[in-house]
């Protein structure tokens, strides 16, 4: 009996592993997607704004017209990876004051153990998750 408990236990390990390495990549990326709608949004009540993305640690600062306003953390757990796809660690995304960006589209990835999940925001500031 005690055999077919360990068994059992053993073979949902690498599932609830798999779910909670789900769940934390899923959360980081809808704080990203929060953080740049933010920048949108502080944008056309500011004037324009800006949000720099940093991998290590994984940030987004906002700042509407040089001023610093907002620091949102994108690691809701530990282990959550964060890679711009950039040459350096960080990216810069700016928005006019009608909320349209002014940079080239940019493809962001979150991942976590097996798990990864891809952003796409194009150059007008649309996010589309893939």
Known sequence: MLVLLAVGISAGVPTARRFADRAAVVAAREELIGAIGDTRAMAVSAGGSVVVLRESPATARIEAIGRPTLVRSLEPLEGVAVD??????????????????RFASRTISVSRGSVTRTIVVSSYGRVRRR
């Open 84 to 101: 711009l796809r950039a040459r350096g660690d960080s990216v810069v995304l700016r928005f006019d004051a009608l909320g349209i960006g």
